[in-house]
């Protein structure tokens, strides 16, 4: 056996076992995968509460308080994105890896994704039924926040990596990522508004997609510079 | 194998203090390199920037006479790095950090390799526990089990030592030196002072670094 | 051209250029914008449908257009730096954090201002002034990020990613809040989408918009002045120029 090897390994081995590892962590975690989902359900509790129950005036703004609710719990997680992995060291580790940064950013965030937005679009229609969302724009409602959000936690993700260095980043994480949600607010509710009307969704659904792939080809070099630069303290 | 790690006139500035200045390195194969200095003398930055990790200094870096920049992948593909955080994750086992080390060094997939490597640190037992109820000197061997597991010729090592009981330290100064017998290469810091050999070698850090200069 | 571009990257050759630059810059600044607003204010016509209360465009339309060029040339100032290490560019953009911010102010305030006898309120959720609030946070969030670091190269580091990453959003949040305001209220005047107007009218809003791009350039010329002497106090040419050293 020789004593020193170069890696042989492919990126693709790299990105798997990182998405495992980050899966099997928040398993582990679990309330970190529950607190976004209650947040979101106690948040939509105080709508009716602050505003009127009266059933035709929530119907009116659900979509709007629907998307911005389920917004903020997505927001809500972002902080803990790279800070347990920068805290003990592991990102140091993530940086020096043979393998393309970007690439392992993406597989972080897609686990972000894929327990933090993706159960937020589950359980949003059951929330659109206590808000009384006229029939017929539930499954619009689940498929645009899942499409969604994964454009959120990939612009999200730029703004955890630039402040993770920071001990106070959490507020400033907010400041930085919340008017770059914009556009997805706007098509995301748009696109339930526009099935409650009645009107064609595809349009809207395919905004949210172009915008996802925007994301998708830019996001992972932005994480990727943000966390070189983070790790610079 | 090849295997030099070079600096030129290297500089660091942190608020507005040269941490070290026009320091000059040539590190070989088959060498043990104890950075030496007092706290805040800029021993982890100077490690920091030697394995590419800070961007802000001034000076150039060349791997096997090569500049960085144009090497950077060869350079990480070489290089082993432990931290002064042991980059150990609280919530997984041994094995379960050990084998995300493997993957991401691009290592084959190999259980008995990951035992073997935890044998080696006298972490048999453990193998299975979660790292956060192990205590800080058995965490910081799960890390150091990465040297066993991972076959790289460069080693930079941030107080590898730190935690480690008496055992522990003579084991990993064996290892160090039997590292740099087989043509590796370590660069360390450490307020353990390592036993003379003519393999070591010391490099000082002074406050403003004017000694580093002279 | 390459040895050119470094060469005037070096703060010292900056600091020298920019001497004969700024006053230039001064002059055009203070005589296109006393032109501007004399002809603006006193001697074009009054508009057939708004009166005298259009005038205000005369400071919203430069403000509102600095605010997104200044926004632009910041993201561009911190791809320089971040791509040739030219550390001017970063003192650059640094300094027009803050000016671009004042200028998005201006802009909302004045168009809150004109809407009081346009729509009879302070504020309407009209697309232009929407995006403008928004852009009003993203150079809040460049501002803080930078601040927020205690390393200056990673905070110009940062804050350059910030710029670059909100200059792709910027046209994707200007069609989204268009789109999303005719969805919501299509028929509503808007105070900027204006028919064409007459030659009298447009041609001092022309000299204005110069003006303010010359006192632009002339302040940020300035402001990066004295950040370079600030940065570089310790350099041994900027202590000659304070007569430390001889």
Sequence with gaps: MPLFREPEGSAGVAIRATLKRDLV???????????PLVFFALVITLFPIGISPDPELLAAIAPGLLWVAALLAALLSLDSLFRSDYDDGSLEQLLLSPQPLPALALAKVAVHWLLTGLPLALMAPLLGIMLSLPAGSYAVLALSLALGSASLSLIGAIGAALTVGLSRGGVLLSLLVLPLYIPVLIFGAGAVQAAILGDGVSAHLAILGALLAVALSLAPWAIAASLRISING | MSLRLQARKL????????????????????????VEGPNGSGKTTLLKILSGQLADFQGELYWNDHPMRRTRQDFLANLLYLGHAPGVKAALTPLENLAWYQALAGEPDDEPARFAALASVGLVGFEDLPAGQLSAGQQRRVALARLELIPRPLWVLDEPFTAIDRDGVAALEGRLAAHARRGGCVLVTTHHELADSPALRRIRLGQGGDDAAL | MWAFIHKLGSPKWFYAISARLQPWFWVAAAVLIVIGSAWGLAFAPADYQQGNSFRIIYVHVPAAFLAQSIFVSMAVAGFIFMVWKIKVADMAAAMMAPLGAAMTFVALFSGAVW?????????????????MLILLFLYFGVIALRGAFTSRDSASRAASVLAMVGVINIPIIKYSVDWWYTLHQPA????????????????????????????????????TRSEILRREANKRWVRELAGEVS
Excluded: K, Q
């Design chain 3, 115 to 131: 809407g009081v006898p346009t729509w009879g309120t302070w504020w309407m959720w009209d697309a232009r002034l929407t995006s």
């Design chain 1, 25 to 35: 962590l928040m398993m582990r975690r679990r309330s970190e995968v529950l607190n």
């Design chain 2, 11 to 34: 500089a660091c500035e942190r608020d507005d203090r040269w941490l070290f200045r026009d320091l000059d390195l040539d590190i070989h194969a088959g060498e043990i390199v104890r």
């Design chain 3, 188 to 223: 509503t005047f808007s105070v900027t989408s204006r028919p064409a107007m007459p030659m009298e009218m447009w041609a001092p809003l022309l000299i204005m918009v110069l003006g303010f791009y010359s006192f632009f350039i002339a302040l940020t010329l300035m402001r």
